[in-house]
Each structure stands twice: as C-alpha cells, then as structure tokens.
C-alpha cells in the first residue's frame, strides 16, 4: 500500500501570502497524484489531477508539480475562501487508492 | 448538473448492517465508475471501495473487504454499499464520488451520510 504521508500538518498564513504544501509518497506514484480541498461540513473538491492539472473551474492561482516520490501543491496568494484542508489522493499504484493525513492551512 | 445524493446511514449495533444508497443525476451513469469514501469524525479521508461503469469490476480496502459489498444500478442510476458486520471503526461519514474518466480521482462528490455503530 503507497503511504502518503502530507506537511506541515498546519500552516499557517495570512491573505495574500503564497502556500506550499508537500506530499510525500513511500514508493512512487508516477505523476499520478490529486490534491482536494475540503471546507468544514462541505464535501471535498478536486483541485488538481494527475499531478499538475487543474481541475476544471478551479483558479489558476492553484498548481501543482512533482512526480515520483514528492509533490507539491502551491497556492499563489491565499484568498479568505482558501484557508481549507487540503489532501493528497494516488492513484498510481492500487488497489488501494490512497489519501495522505491532510494539511490544514489557517489564518495567521 | 451533477448531484449525489446518499442515504441510508443512522445509528446501528455492531455486528449489523446497513445498506447506503447514491443517487445520481447530471451525468451519464453507466459510463462512469463510482466510489464510496469515508471520513471518521474529525478525520482524514479513507477509500473504501470502488465499481466499474457497468458493474463488472468491484476493488475494496482491506479495512472493508468480505464485509462490504458496492453495487449498481444503471437502471436507476443508484450506487450502493452493502455493510455487513459492522464494527465501531466503521462509524463514519460515507462519501459518494464520481470517478473522474479515464483517471482513478473523483471530480463530483455527495455530502455524505452518516454510520454510527455504537451499543
């Protein structure tokens, strides 16, 4: 089973600054690695597909890179409706599909 | 517009089953793979099992295999999961999701329903 293992668990920051969060896998996925976000009570939405494209609707202030082993999801400039928790999901070696624990980004 | 509804969740003892439904609309059913994810209160996301446009491939998580069973209907464009023997690890929010084509992501989700098995 591919471990996905997500950091910081928490980062925190303030409007306008740029999120880097980092998704760790135990064994390579190729390029195939999602990032969502989730809103308290809401369900989660995809972001990013097969490691670096966008979903369709989503801002383009979102991207995402990496292959292999380590990914990246990166957030230009944070605006207020994108403090969220953000998973990372693989698909490149299953089953099972696999989720990393979450990064949670907060307002500093 | 895509929209998953589920239900079917509520409060059982363990040992017992459950059957969750997924309604869906906006899409073509039958053409798409379906998934069912949970998220223990306050918890992260768990994949628990996923079937095939037509029903001809099922995969689950260990955590649920033998004891679960997914399930469609074209017909009714309905997703199912059968939950048997349940156990209080189980107690979640269970997630409906659309396969994303040709890719194993999930692009429409439902808001979930919740098990709770508790004595």
């Known amino acids: 089973e591919v471990v996905l293992t997500q950091s910081p668990a928490t980062l925190s920051l303030s409007p306008g600054e740029r999120a880097t969060l980092s998704c760790r896998a135990s064994?390579?996925?190729?390029?195939?690695l999602a990032w969502y976000q989730q809103k308290p009570g809401q369900a989660p939405r995809l972001l990013i597909y097969d490691a670096s494209n966008r979903a369709t609707g989503i801002p383009a202030r979102f991207s995402g890179s990496g292959s292999g082993t380590d990914f990246t999801l990166s957030i230009s400039s944070l605006e207020p409706e994108d403090f969220a928790v953000y998973y990372c999901?693989?698909?490149?070696?299953?089953?099972?599909?696999?989720f990393g624990g979450g990064t949670k980004v907060e307002i500093k | 517009e895509v929209q998953l509804v589920e239900s079917g969740g509520g409060l059982v003892q363990p040992g017992g089953s459950l059957r969750l439904s997924c309604a869906a609309s906006g899409f073509t059913f039958s053409s798409n793979a379906m998934s069912w994810v949970r998220q223990a209160p306050g918890k992260g996301l768990e994949w628990v099992s996923l079937?095939?446009?037509?029903?001809?491939?099922?995969y689950y998580a260990d955590s649920v295999k033998g004891r679960f069973t997914i399930s469609r209907d074209n017909s009714k464009n309905t997703l199912y999961l059968q939950m048997n023997s349940l156990r209080a690890e189980d107690t979640a929010i269970y997630l409906c999701?659309?396969?994303?084509?040709?890719?194993?992501?999930?692009?429409?989700w439902g808001q979930g329903t919740l098990v709770t098995v508790s004595s």
């Open positions: 999701a659309k396969v994303l084509t040709g890719y194993y992501f999930f692009d429409y």
């Open positions: 079937i095939s446009g037509r029903g001809g491939g099922t």
């Open positions: 999901q693989q698909r490149g070696n299953w089953p099972p599909l696999t």
């Open positions: 064994q390579s996925v190729g390029s195939y």
